[in-house]
């Protein structure tokens, strides 16, 4: 009797097993899954953003060079200037900006792959130990019950 019910406790314990890795290897992949579809959205939104927003800055700065033409009464030179500016802006860039931005993308980043309300997976391994240890002294009191 007693050699059944361990036997039968080994087999529970290994489809409790089987059934944790099986879990766990799906919550991965739906993970996965979350953490490239973020990636994709934010990849698509930086492209037509990022290109729109080229378009406007291409056709304001167009009209700026030749607003600055007609005051400076020759055309390229609001070409120059426009482009003098672009220039500075892009030093200031390197000099300044590198840091930055690599702060705010590994930020923005960081923040789409892990979400902050998602449980840790020792939490989860806990959660699930609790459990089963849970469902053990359930059936041992069964099984005592049984017995008397």
């Given amino acids: 009797m007693a050699f059944s019910s ?15 890795s099986v879990s766990t290897a799906e919550y ?18 930086l492209l037509v953003y990022g290109s729109l927003s080229l378009f406007v800055m291409l056709f304001i700065s167009i009209g700026a060079a030749f607003w600055l033409g007609t005051f400076f009464e020759h055309h390229y030179v609001g070409f120059l200037l426009i482009g003098a500016f672009y220039g500075i802006i892009l ?9 930055i931005i690599e702060r705010n993308l590994l930020h923005k980043f960081s923040s789409l792959l892990y979400d902050e309300d998602e449980l840790e997976p020792r939490k989860a391994a806990e959660n699930e130990l609790t459990n089963y240890q849970e469902t053990l002294q359930e059936e041992q009191a069964r099984s005592e019950n049984f017995s008397n």
Avoid: P, W
């Fill in 6 to 20: 361990l036997k039968e406790s080994l087999n529970q314990v290994a489809d409790r097993i089987e059934d944790y």
């Fill in 28 to 45: 991965y992949k739906l993970r996965l899954f979350k953490s490239t579809m973020k990636g994709a959205i934010a990849l698509v939104n």
């Fill in 91 to 99: 030093i200031f860039m390197f000099i300044y900006g590198r840091k």
